[in-house]
């Protein structure tokens, strides 16, 4: 019943900021006890967590990647978001939204929900 959608640019320039939008349908992002995770996997390379937004509105931050991530919400319209600053060609990515019980996990398995993901290509 529930539904992820991805959104954004398909080529980012580096040092600019990409912006991804997630959509959620069949679904309230404020309600329930769950946490709205973004998560890539570089080509060749295995799935990260990058960080994740909960029903309550708090954030998580992946160690390695939160001086320039930052994760949002629009509760009116049941999205939420992915802004990463100063990217590089080491971004290029596969980006997916997906619904957890707990935020910060690198297991696919600990997620009941996936949006299809999104090709991310940093490159001039």
């Known amino acids: 019943q529930v539904q992820l959608q991805e959104s954004g640019p398909g080529l980012v320039e580096p040092a600019q900021t990409l912006s991804l939008t997630c959509t959620v349908s069949?679904?309230?992002?404020?309600?329930?006890?769950?946490?709205w995770g973004w998560l890539r996997q570089p080509p060749g390379k295995a799935l990260e967590w990058v960080g994740a937004?909960?029903?309550?509105?708090?954030?998580y931050y992946n160690p390695a990647l939160k001086s320039r991530t930052f994760v949002s919400r629009d509760t009116s319209k049941n999205q939420f978001g992915l802004q990463l600053t100063s990217v590089s060609p080491e971004d290029t990515a596969v980006y997916y939204c997906?619904?957890?019980?707990?935020?910060?996990?690198?297991?696919?398995?600990?997620?009941?929900?996936w949006g299809q993901g999104i090709q991310i290509t940093v490159s001039s």
């Open positions: 069949g679904a309230s992002i404020t309600t329930g006890y769950y946490y």
């Open positions: 937004i909960a029903y309550s509105g708090s954030t």
């Open positions: 997906a619904r957890g019980s707990v935020p910060g996990s690198w297991d696919p398995n600990e997620y009941n929900a």
